[in-house]
């Protein structure tokens, strides 16, 4: 019953476009980034490595490597703050959240188990 | 004007502000609160109004909590409670309370009753530190000292010990209404508000409020 009353007056803050990428994804979030009066769009790439919670409070990581330093970011799944969220490439996770991306190095850092999307032509 | 309303607590979520920031609230819902009496110094010695709060069935009144409903013509209701006004009060007998009277961005007061914890002892209670958990200290969740010997030859009033937690009125002051939904008798507050889901919980317009800088 209370639980009904909150899922009514969050629903309209939550949005439909957000439910296409899951963990493992690459992405690139698009984020709206305020400068004074102007606003403009700041790319973040990486992979997700969690999505979690639900409803209104639902939330994601997306890990990177930047010039050679690990970097998470978390985002509410619904922030009006981000454009759009574009999927780079899926991949086939074993896990429900990636959190062994984290102790890799190097080049296996980025490396994830790729989904083929189309068969390869031989 | 300064207004108080009686509510119940829904729950707690968070919702998106202006600036795109994710903030926590708690959902109340409050009123409709009819007046069921005015008080007045010159009859009851003090001036106050009396409003309820909750759909009630008839039958589970007593006979006096029904004749009092009845005289001031509203409905059966589960919770009455008073409120000191300041002598003259625009207000009359069966006017209804509703959360439209708050608005968004106005600081307001929350009096409610925290949850009951039990008995627990002072590392809880009161965040005392307790002893050391190894080593064989045998003197883990303990209070230490009680106080003095021979003299004062009591242990000094107010010495925090062991008892009985939670399940007593607290205020939180100044919260701020996020968002009042009229027609639901919803009011989304920031932060966080004493006591269980669906709690009784009463809503007031701050009584003090922070001074504007010069």
Redesign the interface.
């Known amino acids: 019953m209370s639980q009904s009353i909150i899922d009514e007056i969050t629903k309209d803050q939550l949005k439909d476009d957000r439910s296409d990428f899951k963990v493992g994804d690459g992405v690139r979030v698009h984020l709206k980034v305020k400068e004074g009066d102007k606003t403009r769009i700041q790319v973040f790439p990486g992979i997700v490595i969690a999505r979690k919670g639900s409803g209104i409070g639902e939330s994601f990581t997306v890990r990177r490597i930047a010039s050679g330093v690990g970097v998470e970011k978390v985002f509410p799944v619904h922030s009006p703050a981000i454009e759009k969220v574009e999927i780079d490439r899926e991949s086939i996770t074993m896990r429900a959240r990636m959190y062994y991306m984290r102790d890799r190095i190097g080049k296996a850092a980025n490396q994830v188990k790729e989904k083929r999307l189309f068969e390869r032509r031989s | 004007m300064n207004i108080a309303l009686l509510g119940k607590k829904?729950?707690m979520?968070?919702?998106?502000d202006e600036?795109?920031r994710?903030v926590p609230v708690t959902?109340i819902?409050a009123g409709p609160c009819p007046v069921v009496q005015i008080k007045s110094a010159d009859t009851d010695g003090y001036d106050a109004i009396q409003l309820g709060y909750g759909a009630q069935k008839a039958h589970r009144l007593s006979k006096a909590e029904l004749g009092h409903v009845n005289k001031a013509k509203v409905e059966p209701v589960s919770n009455l409670q008073e409120f000191r006004t300041s002598g003259d009060t625009e207000l009359n007998v069966g006017d209804v309370l509703t959360v439209d009277r708050f608005e968004a961005g106005q600081k307001i007061d929350i009096i409610g009753t925290s949850k009951g914890r039990g008995f627990q002892g002072v590392v809880k209670r009161y965040g005392f530190a307790g002893g050391p958990a190894s080593h064989g200290s045998m003197f883990h969740r303990r209070g230490g000292s009680y106080g003095m010997c021979q003299w004062p030859g009591h242990v000094i009033k107010g010495k925090k010990m062991p008892g009985h937690m939670g399940d007593v009125q607290r205020t939180v002051q100044n919260l701020e209404v996020v968002k009042v939904?009229a027609d639901?008798n919803?009011i989304?507050i920031k932060g966080s508000v004493p006591g269980s889901?669906?709690g009784l919980v009463t809503v007031r317009t701050a009584v003090k409020q922070k001074r504007a800088h010069a």
């Open positions: 829904i729950g979520s968070q919702v998106f600036d795109n994710l959902v819902e939904i639901k919803l989304l889901k669906g």
